[in-house]
């Protein structure tokens, strides 16, 4: 809402405005990026247009720029040195040959109706997540009827200060739901940002928002006294193999360790939590040392 008045704002304070294209899973079909009234931005192929995300990678896509700023975009990588204003920062003039068919035959399959089809989904889908999320946990972000666009980002700072559960014990927790958490602390710290795109059936959406009350159960015994937020399920969440057939000496049942078992989708991780800040500062190398590779 409103993205062609911040654009003229700020091109009358004498700014330039960048729009981030990175994924447009609530936009094709639907808008044109083109007429927002920003200078520059990015389209990434990733998530959107079929290709995978994370990994370090893939970031591919185009950069479309207005014609002020054309003569600063990036040089050809084939060009004579020093013939360009400003140089490749990449080999490969047109991005990767490994990826870009894949997603120029997506958007053939789809069609112009097909791709308008999947936005839509993507935002039912995430409306209907936010729905039977909104009564356990603060959504964010909401338009002016109430509803977003293909990110669900619920707020979890209030239970954190007021009960001491953070993101990371909801995020843990539901890997014995079995499901990978979904993005952390972005773009709020404190915040799980979910985005079950057109993919998802709603039975999978269901399993997930139950997995995502029966943590807010969970939650609510921490705030009424029932179980300690350091002896509860979140805390030590997730639970392994080796925690469920080894000694018990949790306050609860055994049974509790992994919900998911109930289910087809059982799952166990295998490892419990880690301190991944004491990971980041304390790195450990597992390669050989600089030395084995001098006869290389």
């Not at 639907?30 to 247009?49: C, E, I, M, R, Y």
């Not at 700072?157 to 079995?178: Q, S, Y």
Request: with cysteine; charged share 20%.
């Amino acid at each position: 809402d409103g993205i062609t008045e911040v654009c003229r704002i700020i091109h009358d304070a004498g700014g330039q405005v960048y729009v981030d294209g990175a994924n447009l899973n609530a936009l094709v079909g639907l808008a044109q990026p083109g007429v927002f009234g920003a200078d520059v931005s990015h389209l990434n192929l990733h998530k959107t247009f079929c290709i995978p995300h994370g990994g370090g990678g893939p970031g591919v896509g185009p950069v479309a720029v207005r014609q002020h700023l054309a003569p600063f975009l990036p040089g050809d990588p084939l060009a004579p040195i020093g013939s360009q204003a400003v140089g490749p920062v990449s080999a490969s003039k047109f991005g990767s040959a490994g990826i870009l068919p894949i997603s120029w035959a997506y958007i053939r399959l789809m069609g112009a109706q097909g791709v308008r089809l999947a936005t839509e989904m993507a935002i039912l889908n995430a409306n209907y997540v936010a729905r039977r999320l909104d009564a356990h946990f603060p959504v964010l972000y909401t338009g002016t009827h109430g509803f977003i666009a293909h990110e669900c980002i619920i707020d979890l700072r209030g239970i954190t200060k007021d009960f001491g559960v953070t993101v990371e014990d909801v995020a843990k927790r539901l890997m014995d739901h079995g499901f990978h958490a979904p993005t952390m602390s972005f773009p709020v710290s404190g915040t799980l940002m979910i985005e079950p795109t057109e993919s998802e059936t709603k039975a999978e959406l269901d399993r997930f928002c139950d997995a995502m009350v029966a943590i807010r159960a969970e939650i609510d015994q921490i705030a009424d006294g029932t179980i300690a937020a350091e002896d509860s399920p979140l805390r030590h969440a997730p639970h392994t193999v080796a925690d469920l057939v080894g000694d018990w000496d949790r306050v609860y049942p055994r049974s509790h360790g992994t919900p998911s078992l109930s289910s087809s989708t059982g799952y166990h991780a295998p490892v419990s939590r880690i301190d991944a800040a004491f990971g980041d500062r304390n790195l450990m190398c597992t390669c050989a040392p600089l030395e084995a590779y001098a006869d290389v």
